[in-house]
């Protein structure tokens, strides 16, 4: 069983052969889904002398453990749910809870609110069905703000939402009008009613 810091290299070492550069380790990813076989990611893991080490169960390990749920193993296969900046994976568009939510950081607001949600370096907007996976995924930029996206108001302005699996949605862009600013205390409102 690895510790919390192998368990944590092995993740980000995964990321970059999943999600970033395969192709520069000769690690060929299905380009429809972005999902190679489980042995064939071991072999390019054990193919780098620092990583000669790892075996399946550690691999499963941090499958189960990552807690932004960033990878899934099916019927044998390996994918990254989301995040590529290789190709473009294809998600089927998917009928999306009525708010989702957008974690960033306070100097990117005014950008978003005059322009609206764009994946910037990434294939996809990242959004979520609760602010837990927003604040993990916006808390690493600086001066955490989370935002309400109105997904009914987007739709009617011709966003398509695609499920990427495990509470993350993705969209190519979300107008400037369907996002605002949540607020904490929405929370609790909402429980009370």
């Given at each position: 069983m690895l510790n919390q810091s192998l368990e944590k290299r092995l993740s980000k070492w995964?990321?970059?052969l999943l999600r970033h550069t395969p192709e520069e380790f000769g690690l060929a990813l299905n380009p429809e889904d972005g999902s190679c076989t489980v042995s064939a990611l071991l072999k390019t893991i054990q193919a780098e002398s620092n990583w000669s080490w790892v075996k399946q169960e550690d691999i499963e390990q941090v499958v189960r453990n990552s807690e932004k749920q960033r990878f899934e193993i099916q019927s044998g296969r390996i994918r990254a749910r989301y995040g590529h900046s290789h190709d473009k994976i294809s998600y089927a568009p998917a009928e999306q809870p009525d708010v989702l939510y957008h974690g960033t950081n306070k100097k990117a607001l005014p950008?978003?609110?005059?322009?609206?949600?764009?994946?910037?370096?990434?294939q996809y907007v990242h959004l979520s069905e609760g602010t837990h996976f927003a604040t993990l995924a916006g808390s690493r930029r600086g001066e955490l703000v989370i935002l309400k996206v109105d997904t009914i108001?987007?739709?009617q302005l011709g966003v398509i939402f695609y499920y990427a699996g495990n509470e993350v949605w993705l969209a190519d862009h979300v107008p400037p009008e369907s996002c605002s600013?949540?607020?904490p205390q929405e929370k609790e409102n909402e429980n009370h009613e």
């Open positions: 995964m990321t970059k950008s978003i609110l005059n322009e609206g949600l764009k994946p910037m370096s990434r108001s987007a739709a600013v949540w607020q």
